[in-house]
């Protein structure tokens, strides 16, 4: 099994081969996704609302960052990890950004990190890719700043978001970006983004023009039920399978139903003779 790589990345947009990436948050659930085939796997900053409960990403810190981050390496053994550098992580100088980025690749043992954002970042893109740190970008909704754009909407439906998000595709290319994630865009859009630039998009709402694609494991699985965007797709109803497993758990207590002998472990008698 082949590990993927940033280069993967770039081959695959080449040879045509569309690129998988799911989230992960946790151990147990990166080495069923990695087991799973996927080719690369997100730690992102969303962790902040399907695990930690939030009503949004701004609140998570680099230090969840990286403590989720190390949880998710951990599990791997084929895909890329990709780390969500958090609010405020990267908007304050160059330096910041570069020692920031350094701490998810080498305490988080993240593979690259992501930044939200396009023309208005381009500067800690380049310093990141001079420092050997990958960075995949990410344009349109940009959930870090969704008080800026009035909400969870999607991005690039007028000519000025459009080009914006086009432009900025072709600075991060530039820059040194090896994928840029779309999110919430026109399908038809991503799809001129991903005919521009060399480096594969990866789509979030954004269609099947993209070179990849990626959802928030939670949501393809039917497991994060406080919303549930119009782009996802449930694979399986994972919700109601473990409601209706505690229900029965909780049931066969109760009847003494649970734990059967088969659960339990033995002790001689003469043992228990002693004790008594």
């Known amino acids: ?68 981050t190390k949880a998710v390496a951990r599990g791997v053994k084929r ?17 910041e950004t570069i020692k920031n980025a350094g701490r998810l690749i080498q305490e988080g043992n993240a593979h690259a990190v992501k930044l939200e954002g396009g023309k208005e970042i381009i500067d800690k893109v380049e310093a990141l890719v001079k420092a050997q740190i ?48 779309l999110e919430c865009i026109p399908e038809k859009l991503a799809k001129l983004v991903s005919e521009s630039v060399d480096i594969p998009t990866i789509g979030i709402g954004a269609g099947k023009y993209c070179d990849g694609q990626v959802l928030v494991t939670q949501d393809m699985l039917g497991m994060y039920s406080d919303f549930t965007p119009k782009f996802v797709k449930k694979y399986i109803d994972m919700g109601t399978s473990i ?25 001689d008698e003469e043992t228990m003779k002693k004790l008594y």
């Open 134 to 181: 990958p960075v995949v970008g990410h344009l349109g909704l940009t959930p870090q700043s969704v008080n800026m754009m009035g909400g969870f909407k999607v991005q690039g439906k007028n000519e000025a978001q459009a080009k914006k998000i086009i432009d900025d595709a072709k600075l991060l290319q530039e820059a040194g970006a090896f994928a840029i994630v």
């Open 243 to 267: 409601r209706e497993a505690v229900v029965s758990y909780c049931q066969e207590i109760q009847e003494g139903v649970f734990p059967e002998e088969k659960h339990t472990f033995t002790i």
């Open 1 to 68: 099994m082949n590990k993927f790589t940033t280069a993967s990345f770039i081959k695959s947009k080449k040879e045509g081969h569309k690129i998988s990436m799911l989230t992960a948050y946790d151990y147990s659930t990166a080495k069923l996704v990695d087991e799973a085939g996927v080719d690369s796997i997100l730690v992102g900053d969303s962790l902040g609302m399907v695990v930690l409960g939030y009503d949004n990403t701004l609140q998570v810190t680099l230090e969840d960052m990286i403590h989720h």
């Open 79 to 95: 895909a890329l990890v990709i780390g969500d550098m958090p609010f405020l992580s990267y908007h304050v100088s160059v330096e």
